[in-house]
């Protein structure tokens, strides 16, 4: 989905269903496990307060890729990056970086999980919690 | 398990403060869920000691589609019910199923009794055994609340803890999972409270690779869209469960003011669509599940007579049982009245269902004359009156009298002790169900293995069958039974019975073999038999006696979906399933 990037807009509407987590797990990082997802959705204190959702918020010219030594992450022009697992040395670097610290790095298996904004996560929300857009100051 | 990997149980010794991990290859066969809980519970039960005995066992299970597939997303326990003396089956969803899976753990058994208030923290590398001495006496919120800031894991953990009526080992306390979902029946809390165990906080983070992604992606995909994208789950999304009550009402189904009646003009006040147009606040889901059932409502109370412009606000999951039990049973005819009700039990960590019946029975006892508003229940009770049941549900769990004490004890152990049991709405000791449909619905309580309406959905059966000509007893029993060993099938998986018509056999056994477990239907079903085989026998190494099983008389007095019961044909009924449960257990 090129030129936008992710937006939860509609987190009043969020059910907690865990979809968009388990849909980015599945399908971008191969785990069946919700923590290796580059979207998080939280209470804001239990259940009974309101959700919330932790997720890149498409930094332009993006911090995490600045300071990734091994250029496994590469800013894209609309914001965000693309990872390359490939090329990744496991440094953990880009995780600490994170202006709004969302990228998890997994220290089992030294790697960040981080967003692509490839809208998969957008594609399993059965509420309308979550869309792909244009950045407003792109 | 998943991908064919031996069962993980974790046993903690809670006198030793000890753990064993054991990788069991013999549980396969067993599938997981309710099967291998089964087991485990056999493994370990003293079948002819009390429920409380500090050797008894509590049992947690989840299946090996748990998370990994969409609305998967129970958990069973299972031990010594204190409410039945024998099989105490419970489920409940939110994050705990999820929380066990990535935690790495199939099964976790308790035994033995703590030396003092405890609450465990349990992650994929430990178990953490901590003092709950500040956390006793409080309730189920504020203990929550406490839990989770002592805890780690925010979003990937489960917090399950006991309320005050745990604590007072009332026989039908509950064990609440994560503020709005519970392990409801059969006294679960109760056990837990006697294990001196105030909670169990989960938190798993474990990356399980994916090993078939290609096959998995496509089996998954299916099956999401075919919860999300056709109309077989959206009742439970739209009204949710409380949906049932205006239809039940208008067949004559729906149990009012002690089953006096099976319908009342005031239950529109009290339906699904009056309680979402006036309260509904918010839904939420399981984790894992895109369907989102439970339903918030708002409960705006004010402070007193003194405080003219000062209210709080408080949010209530509200359910068709609920509704029912705290609402249409005790004769209510609007929602604030019984959202005060739903906040006390919940508060108090009490089933709501076997608290409303009990009080609803305690309600026609002193009309009757067998209980006094001075001597027995320190307050006088009357159908539609909100303040002496909210002093009522708070005298079970402080046991003032003697009187509260047998109540404590369920509503059948009370009957029994102060008379009233031709009009105790209980079937094999546990309080009933929502539902006043005829025939398969009682037999269906009264034999199922944990008397749930769940077990077996008699109150469905018995709404099919209206339609169509007369079934015979034989049809009847023989439908009750297929129905629940295919719902022990389902319940090893263990998918949420909402989604049933989804997770038909052949779909199950396709979701199956893309995480690499070869099961067959005919093998799903030899196991849905197995397991109801299983759990009858091991009912009756407790002490039951299907014989002995009796059906008040109130259930035939007052009239189903608008027919008059006959005492023969269930006589008849009740035989036929003791010979088929006979024949079952001697097999």
């Given at each position: 989905m090129p030129g936008k990037i992710l937006q939860a807009h509609g987190m009043n509407r969020c059910i907690g269903c865990y979809s968009c987590m388990l849909a980015c797990a599945r399908v971008v990082n191969k785990s069946y496990s919700p923590r290796y997802s580059a979207i998080q959705i939280r209470t804001r204190g239990g259940l009974q307060s309101k959700l919330t959702a932790d997720i890149c918020r498409g930094c332009l010219d993006a911090p995490c890729a600045a300071a990734c030594p091994a250029d496994a992450l590469l800013p894209r022009p609309e914001g965000g990056v693309r990872f390359s697992r490939k090329k990744c040395a496991g440094c953990g670097d880009c995780a600490q970086k994170c202006v709004v610290q969302v990228i998890y790095f997994d220290e089992r298996n030294c790697r960040p999980v981080v967003c692509i904004q490839c809208g998969t996560c957008v594609r399993f929300c059965p509420h309308d919690v979550l869309s792909m857009e244009v950045r407003s100051n792109a | 398990?998943?991908?064919?990997?031996?069962?993980?149980?974790?046993?903690?010794?809670?006198?030793?403060?000890?753990?064993?991990?054991?990788?069991?290859?013999?549980?396969?066969?067993?599938?997981?869920?309710?099967?291998?809980?089964?087991?485990?519970?056999?493994?370990?039960?003293?079948?002819?000691?009390?429920?409380?005995?500090?050797?008894?066992?509590?049992?947690?299970?989840?299946?090996?589609?748990?998370?990994?597939?969409?609305?998967?997303?129970?958990?069973?326990?299972?031990?010594?019910?204190?409410?039945?003396?024998?099989?105490?089956?419970?489920?409940?969803?939110?994050?705990?199923?999820?929380?066990?899976?990535?935690?790495?753990?199939?099964?976790?058994?308790?035994?033995?009794?703590?030396?003092?208030?405890?609450?465990?923290?349990?992650?994929?590398?430990?178990?953490?055994?901590?003092?709950?001495?500040?956390?006793?006496?409080?309730?189920?919120?504020?203990?929550?609340?406490?839990?989770?800031?002592?805890?780690?894991?925010?979003?990937?953990?489960?917090?399950?803890?006991?309320?005050?009526?745990?604590?007072?080992?009332?026989?039908?306390?509950?064990?609440?999972?994560?503020?709005?979902r519970h392990f409801g029946r059969l006294g679960l809390g109760a056990v837990l409270g006697s294990k001196k165990i105030k909670a169990l906080v989960i938190h798993g983070d474990l990356n399980i690779p994916i090993t078939n992604p290609t096959l998995y992606n496509q089996v998954y995909e299916k099956i999401y869209k075919q919860l999300v994208e056709t109309e077989i789950m959206q009742k439970y999304h739209g009204l949710g469960t409380t949906g049932n009550v205006e239809p039940l009402n208008a067949l004559g189904a729906l149990p009012v003011r002690n089953l006096q009646a099976s319908s009342y003009p005031e239950a529109v006040n009290l339906s699904g669509e009056t309680l979402a147009r006036e309260t509904l606040i918010?839904?939420?889901?399981?984790?894992?599940?895109?369907?989102?059932?439970?339903?918030?409502?708002?409960?705006?109370?004010?402070?007193?007579?003194?405080?003219?412009?000062?209210?709080?606000?408080?949010?209530?999951?509200?359910?068709?049982?609920?509704?029912?039990?705290?609402?249409?049973?005790?004769?209510?005819?609007?929602?604030?009245?019984?959202?005060?009700?739903?906040?006390?039990?919940?508060?108090?960590?009490?089933?709501?269902?076997?608290?409303?019946?009990?009080?609803?029975?305690?309600?026609?006892?002193?009309?009757?004359?067998?209980?006094?508003?001075?001597?027995e229940l320190l307050v006088s009770l009357a159908f539609g009156q909100v303040d002496p049941y909210l002093t009522a549900l708070d005298y079970i769990v402080s046991q003032p009298t003697e009187f509260y004490q047998a109540l404590s004890r369920g509503t059948w152990a009370v009957a029994k002790q102060y008379g009233g049991t031709e009009f105790a709405c209980v079937l094999g000791k546990n309080e009933v169900a929502g539902y006043h449909t005829g025939y398969a619905n009682i037999i269906g309580q009264a034999f199922g293995a944990r008397h749930s309406h769940l077990d077996n959905a008699g109150y469905a059966i018995d709404q099919e069958l209206v339609s169509k000509s007369p079934a015979t007893p034989e049809e009847i029993i023989s439908r009750?039974?297929?129905?629940?060993?295919?719902?022990?099938?389902?319940?090893?998986?263990?998918?949420?019975?909402?989604?049933?018509?989804?997770?038909?056999?052949?779909?199950?056994?396709?979701?199956?073999?893309?995480?690499?477990?070869?099961?067959?239907?005919?093998?799903?079903?030899?196991?849905?038999?197995?397991?109801?085989?299983?759990?009858?026998?091991?009912?009756?190494?407790?002490?039951?006696?299907?014989?002995?099983?009796?059906?008040?008389?109130?259930?035939?007095?007052?009239?189903?979906?608008?027919?008059?019961?006959?005492?023969?044909?269930?006589?008849?009924?009740?035989?036929?399933?003791?010979?088929?449960?006979?024949?079952?257990?001697?097999?």
């Open positions: - | 398990m998943l991908d064919g990997r031996p069962v993980r149980v974790l046993l903690i010794e809670l006198d030793k403060k000890r753990t064993v991990l054991e990788e069991r290859e013999d549980l396969k066969s067993w599938l997981g869920g309710v099967g291998i809980a089964t087991c485990l519970l056999k493994e370990h039960l003293l079948p002819g000691e009390d429920a409380f005995h500090p050797g008894q066992p509590v049992v947690l299970a989840i299946g090996p589609m748990s998370t990994v597939y969409p609305v998967v997303t129970k958990a069973v326990a299972m031990f010594k019910s204190p409410l039945t003396g024998e099989l105490g089956e419970s489920y409940a969803g939110l994050r705990l199923a999820m929380s066990m899976r990535f935690a790495g753990y199939d099964a976790i058994v308790l035994k033995g009794q703590s030396a003092a208030p405890a609450y465990l923290t349990i992650t994929p590398q430990q178990v953490q055994f901590n003092d709950a001495r500040g956390l006793w006496g409080l309730s189920t919120e504020e203990s929550g609340r406490i839990l989770r800031q002592l805890s780690p894991g925010s979003g990937h953990r489960s917090t399950l803890r006991i309320g005050r009526a745990g604590e007072k080992q009332v026989a039908f306390a509950c064990a609440v999972v994560d503020t709005f918010r839904k939420i889901a399981c984790s894992g599940c895109p369907i989102g059932c439970i339903h918030i409502g708002l409960f705006r109370r004010r402070f007193g007579l003194d405080h003219e412009h000062e209210y709080e606000s408080l949010s209530v999951s509200y359910d068709h049982e609920l509704v029912y039990a705290l609402g249409t049973m005790l004769g209510f005819t609007g929602h604030r009245q019984v959202y005060a009700l739903i906040e006390k039990v919940e508060q108090l960590g009490l089933d709501a269902i076997s608290a409303g019946v009990a009080l609803a029975w305690a309600t026609e006892a002193q009309q009757w004359g067998l209980l006094s508003p001075e001597r009750i039974i297929r129905e629940e060993e295919e719902r022990n099938a389902l319940n090893s998986l263990i998918i949420c019975l909402f989604a049933r018509k989804v997770y038909q056999l052949p779909l199950v056994s396709e979701a199956l073999s893309a995480l690499g477990l070869s099961w067959t239907t005919e093998d799903l079903s030899a196991l849905g038999q197995k397991i109801y085989r299983e759990k009858m026998a091991l009912k009756k190494s407790m002490g039951f006696q299907p014989e002995q099983v009796l059906i008040p008389a109130r259930f035939l007095e007052t009239t189903a979906i608008k027919q008059q019961l006959s005492p023969e044909k269930m006589e008849q009924l009740r035989r036929l399933m003791v010979e088929k449960l006979s024949a079952i257990t001697l097999a």
